[in-house]
């Protein structure tokens, strides 16, 4: 099959709700189209239906017109609400958001504006809304900005208690700058607190403790925006620092212990990495790498109701062409089912950045960047993916 519009038949072949087996859809929020669309955030709304929220534009951070899009599938409909803006500050880029309702069921869009078209000079935002299962943009009740005033000294102690130990050892050119580069910004007070963004879904913890996962490209490490008080005051987290352990996904244990999944924007070997928190979110273990690869690319972890976790990933340890949904039953010690959502040749497509939730039914969701190559002028055509699945689903396996 060799026709432009090859990627869209593939997408609907075999995925009909009804078909043999556990229940599994897929759509396109929107038609494939020249525009970037990239990094989509997923909640379910109270009363059902879903929100989703990306960033739509010409490129990204070095691109002006980039804002924040969103999207409906109201409870019981067949088909996605027509895309519509969300935020803008006009002008800059504005990029990675994500969504979250709190405990007072008010719906939070997080996201950063790109202030000089680098990553590091990001500037976070918040709005809120108590009004928005409506068709169209949210009506915000408030908003600002996520400033964070980091405990200077404990933040350089940390950053150089990590690099410290290995410089002498290390020899590779570009690793090298960049551990010199973390000793040298460490103290910086202005560049501590310019650069965090976010990428993954905020969690609110049983004590009402909201959680909101950050990263910086400007250090290649993360932290937690941290509020006991719904979002009126926020605090931050000692840094998760590590070989570029970014965008980090949290889930809670049942000891209560938190476990950060993180991204590997750092040297080989390739693999997500972790660290643990012992006290909801203020200090962290020395992150460490898992055994599960990543090829430099978003990850999420969610706790399903029944106590299994789901990871949602690119399996591989080069390329964004294989996305996958694994399971654990003993809180990712191991995981021991794994399934693709998608999969193509590497350079014909790239699926990856998911968002996951499990709805008040039971039902998984998964929305993602889907990105493929059209045949017709090799350029690449880019939608929104929404996935529904169940847990059987996954226990089943690949096809054969």
């Known amino acids: 099959m060799k026709t432009r519009f090859a990627p869209m038949l593939l997408l609907l072949l075999g995925t009909a709700w009804g078909q043999k087996g556990p229940p599994y859809a897929a759509e396109l929020l929107f038609p494939l189209e020249s525009w970037h669309n990239h990094s989509s955030s997923v909640v379910e709304m109270p009363g059902g239906g879903l929100f989703v929220v990306w960033f739509h534009g010409s490129g990204e951070r070095r691109s002006d017109d980039v804002l924040i899009r969103g999207s409906r599938l109201a409870s019981g409909a067949q088909t996605w609400e027509a895309p519509f803006e969300v935020a ?38 918040y709005r809120v809304s108590t009004n928005y299962r409506q068709p169209g943009p949210p009506a915000w009740d408030f908003g600002g900005n996520l400033l964070l ?17 290995d410089l002498p050892k290390v020899t ?9 580069r973390l000793l040298e910004k460490s103290g910086d007070k202005f560049f501590s607190r310019l ?56 889930v809670v244990r049942k000891d209560g212990s938190l476990v950060a999944y993180m991204r590997d924007a750092g040297p080989a070997p390739k693999r997500i990495q972790t660290s643990v928190s012992d006290d909801q979110g203020l200090t962290w273990s020395p992150v460490v790498d898992t055994q599960i690869p990543n090829p430099g690319s978003s990850c999420e972890a969610i706790v399903l109701k029944d106590g299994r976790w789901i990871l949602v990933y690119n399996d591989t340890e080069r390329g964004r062409h294989s996305l996958a949904v694994a399971l654990s039953e003993d809180e990712g010690a191991t ?32 929305t993602y960047s889907y990105f493929v ?14 996935a529904r699945f169940n847990v059987a689903w996954i226990l089943e396996g690949d096809p054969q």
């Open 88 to 125: 803008d500050q006009p002008d800059f880029p504005d990029t990675n958001c994500t969504l979250f309702v709190d405990s007072r069921q008010r719906l939070w869009l997080f996201w950063p504006t790109i202030l000089a078209n680098e990553w590091h000079t990001a500037l976070m935002n």
């Open 149 to 165: 005033k980091h405990d200077l000294e404990r933040f350089e102690q940390k950053v150089r208690a990590f690099v410290e130990p």
């Open 172 to 180: 590779e050119p570009r690793l090298k700058a960049w551990m010199e």
């Open 195 to 250: 650069g965090w963004m976010t990428r993954t879904h905020p969690i609110q913890l049983a004590t009402g403790r909201i959680i909101v996962p950050l990263y910086s490209d400007g250090y290649s490490f993360s932290l937690m925006a941290i509020s006991d008080d719904l979002g009126q005051t926020w605090r931050a987290s000692e840094p998760l620092v590590g070989y570029g352990s970014i965008q980090p996904s949290v």
């Open 335 to 366: 995981w021991r089912w794994e399934r693709h959502l998608d999969l193509s040749e590497p350079g014909l497509g790239s699926f990856h950045y998911p968002s996951v939730i499990q709805a008040r039914d039971g039902a998984i969701h998964v």
């Open 373 to 386: 190559r059209d045949a017709a002028d090799a350029a690449w055509r880019k939608s929104i993916k929404h």
